[in-house]
T-cell receptor, first 109, second 113 residues
Framework: GENVEQHPSTLSVQEGDSAVIKCTYS??????FPWYKQELGKRPQLIID?????GEKKDQRIAVTLNKTAKHFSLHITETQPEDSAVYFC????????FGSGTKLNVKP | GAVVSQHPSRVICKSGTSVKIECRSL??????MFWYRQFPKKSLMLMAT?????????EQGVEKDKFLINHASLTLSTLTVTSAHPEDSSFYIC?????????FGPGTRLTVL
């Protein structure tokens, strides 16, 4: 089955700095790569996604890049704000969804 | 958007009892729903794929007799934790698939005493 690895497990940045979270996947059949933000005790919220026919996608301060050849994709958050503090999960999907281990992002004011 | 509800949000039960969790897609039909388990400060672990009108498919290491899944309609899947034990205590989250996306329920926190 699919194996998704995510790094780093924790990330601490100063407000206004950028944050980058990286994921790799193993199954070349995976063709959809969503990123979720989860706050404590809440459901994951989709923040951005990318399909395998696209190399990059941007939505305001958030962007995702995908390298299909290397089987890795990354989340980029620019101009971070304290409210960006949460746990972020990447996932890879073909028919099922497999999640990375999560990154706890702390944005210091 | 797509709305998925989950009930109950929180349940406390005694060891040995069974607990049923419902997952509903409120504004779309979902032939496929997923059930996840999440331990504190850990990732979502896929337990099983629930397919409307057919048997669920379970991930490796998940006991199908322990976690019974029924997907009797296009808007409802249920997960029954049978003969619950304290080690079954966890946060259970369902999701419903629409096209290539999934939409999550709010989760159920199960505590087995």
């Amino acid at each position: 089955g699919e194996n998704v690895e995510q790094h780093p497990s924790t990330l601490s940045v100063q407000e206004g700095d950028s944050a980058v979270i990286k994921c790799t996947y193993s199954d070349s059949a995976s063709n959809y790569f969503p990123w979720y933000k989860q706050e404590l005790g809440k459901r994951p919220q989709l923040i951005i996604d990318i399909r395998s026919n696209v190399g990059e996608k941007k939505d305001q301060r958030i962007a995702v890049t995908l390298n299909k050849t290397a089987k890795h994709f990354s989340l980029h958050i620019t101009e971070t704000q304290p409210e960006d503090s949460a746990v972020y999960f990447c996932a890879a999907s073909y028919d099922k969804f497999y999640f990375g281990s999560g990154t706890k992002l702390n944005v210091k004011p | 958007g797509a709305v998925v509800s989950q009930h109950p949000s929180r349940v406390i039960c005694k060891s040995g009892t069974s607990v049923k969790i419902e997952c509903r897609s409120l504004d779309f039909q979902a032939t496929t729903m997923f059930w996840y388990r999440q331990f504190p400060k850990k990732s979502l672990m896929l337990m099983a794929t629930s397919n409307e009108g057919s048997k669920a498919t379970y991930e490796q290491g998940v006991e199908k007799d322990k976690f019974l899944i029924n997907h009797a309609s296009l808007t409802l899947s249920t997960l029954t934790v049978t003969s619950a034990h304290p080690e079954d205590s966890s946060f259970y989250i369902c999701s419903a698939r629409r096209s290539y996306e999934q939409f999550f329920g709010p989760g159920t926190r199960l505590t087995v005493l």
